[in-house]
């Protein structure tokens, strides 16, 4: 079952904040964080394994609330380096090893 | 040094021709994936396969068939092209199980015409 990430788009000046969603229909065993640049391969950004669990590094982080079938990343001070598609991608419970890919977030940081 | 390398980066080829992907990873894992990456960017998986088990997703036409001639390589091949398997197809490897990183190589962008 596919997740769906909200916003679709996001503009953003440097230095400003943005929080990217990523929500399932299912209940969720782990969600994962990819970055992908244009023409470039996406990029492992994080992995969220626990209901509650929340990581970061740098000034990216993510939280995973496992009730609301949830997860969320979230870009501080955002540098013009963020600029990229970000996709999540989730194992649900009871489902397949494979991480199935939201449609990803379009970031635009703009000087 | 490349941990997911693919081959060819670009192939432009006629409808109706059969094209192979060719997908090394020298990162010891064991588990090892195609994923197809349309216009809109969505990331579709394909096939996943390890040394025991192959899994297909359901959706992919019959004319796509991975071939794994080791745990390294896990290689795509397209019967009779048509012009909507035109997109980008990136293979990726990780660790066994769901919970490792997703390395991904560069793409390959096949045009169908």
């Known amino acids: 079952q596919q997740p769906v990430q909200s916003p679709q788009a996001v503009i953003l000046r440097e230095g400003e904040d943005a929080v990217i969603n990523c929500s399932s229909s299912k209940a969720l065993y782990s969600v994962h964080w990819y970055r992908q640049k244009h023409g470039e391969a996406p990029v492992f950004l994080m992995i969220l394994l626990k209901g509650g669990e929340q990581k970061g590094h740098d000034k990216i982080s993510a939280s995973f609330n496992e009730k609301k079938q949830q997860s969320s990343l979230y870009l501080t001070a955002s540098q013009l380096s963020y600029s990229g598609t970000y996709f999540c991608?989730?194992?649900?419970?009871?489902?397949?090893?494979?991480?199935?890919f939201g449609r990803g977030t379009s970031l635009i940081v703009h000087p | 040094d490349t941990a997911v390398s693919q081959t060819p980066k670009y192939l432009v080829t006629q409808m109706g021709n059969d094209k192979s992907i060719k997908c090394e990873q020298n990162l010891g894992h064991d588990t090892m994936y195609w994923y197809k990456q349309d216009s809109k960017k969505f990331l579709k998986i394909m096939f996943s396969?390890?040394?025991?088990?192959?899994?297909i997703n359901e959706t992919v036409p019959n004319r796509f068939s991975p071939k794994s001639p080791d745990k390294a390589h896990l290689n795509l091949h397209i019967n009779s092209l048509e012009l909507g398997d035109s997109a980008v197809y990136f293979c990726?490897?990780?660790?066994?199980?769901?919970?490792?990183?997703?390395?991904f190589g560069n793409g390959t962008r096949l045009t169908v015409t």
């Open positions: 991608g989730t194992r649900t419970s009871g489902g397949s090893y494979i991480p199935t």
């Open positions: 990726a490897s990780s660790s066994q199980g769901g919970n490792s990183p997703l390395h």
């Open positions: 396969y390890n040394n025991k088990e192959l899994i």
